[in-house]
């Protein structure tokens, strides 16, 4: 069994930060991607930033210089730093991992979501 979990959410100012966490616990024998993805009320889930297990990154253009997506491949991590926050950023935040565990089943994993609020 795998698990994925985030921490870190909250409600904050507009023009102020958060650092989310989320955490891959279980049977992994490797994560390649991992990412994270932003759900508004009404709106379609959007993938936020992403990250290979070897570093390189993808951001979504709203989010591009205010927010830097990193992870910590020993500790089976990925954060998000959020900065300069806007009421617009409000969301469900949810990580995901695509993950080989150890019986070398290859599935994509995701988290269960924490909430993000700005207000203005």
């Known amino acids: 069994q795998v698990q994925l979990v985030e921490s870190g959410g909250g409600l904050v100012q507009a023009g102020g930060s958060l650092r989310l966490s989320c955490a891959a616990s279980g049977s992994i024998f490797s994560i390649n991607g991992m990412a994270w993805h932003r759900q508004a009320p009404g709106k379609e889930r959007e993938l936020v930033a992403a990250i290979t297990r070897g570093g390189s990154t993808n951001y979504a253009d709203s989010v591009k210089g205010r927010f830097t997506i990193s992870r910590d491949n020993a500790k089976n991590m990925v954060y998000l730093q959020m900065n300069s926050l806007k009421p617009e950023d409000t969301a469900v935040y949810s990580c995901?991992?695509?993950?080989?565990?150890?019986?070398?089943?290859?599935?994509?994993?995701w988290g269960q979501g924490t909430q993000v609020t700005v207000s203005s």
């Open positions: 995901n991992a695509d993950i080989l565990s150890i019986a070398r089943a290859r599935t994509t994993y």
